[in-house]
């Protein structure tokens, strides 16, 4: 069970290095000024199977926040789950990218070329 501490949660995430998901999450975190581990599931495979262990799913974003695994999140997903267990408190300030969202069609195949990709909305 999650204790609501309001002290500094320890969290880990497990995103991938470009995803409409993974930026939503770090936008999160960034928004709130939250520090966190992150685990490059595509650069290192092992993070990958890390993941999967620890959650007992292959979906990312997963983070663990303060030993309660959130698997499958997006970024409105943690900062309400964050909110509701008095992680955070609300902050108004804005992102810079959809925090509910995969990558564009578009936006896979330039990550597919090679070529650097923005996800601002």
Known sequence: M???TMETP???AWLKTSCGWSN????????YGL???EKDIIQNPAFRWEMEQKSGQDKQPTL???????PDISGEELEAWMLQ????QKNEAPVNVPL??????AQHEAMRAGVPVSFKS
Do not use: H, P, Q, W
Request: glycine share 8%; net charge positive.
């Open 2 to 4: 999650f204790r609501s």
């Open 10 to 12: 320890t969290i880990t």
């Open 24 to 31: 939503g999450v770090r936008a999160v975190l960034k928004k």
């Open 35 to 37: 520090k966190y581990e």
């Open 64 to 70: 663990e926040v303060n030993g309660t695994m959130l």
């Open 85 to 88: 267990n008095g992680v955070i």
């Open 100 to 105: 509910n969202s995969a990558c564009t069609d």
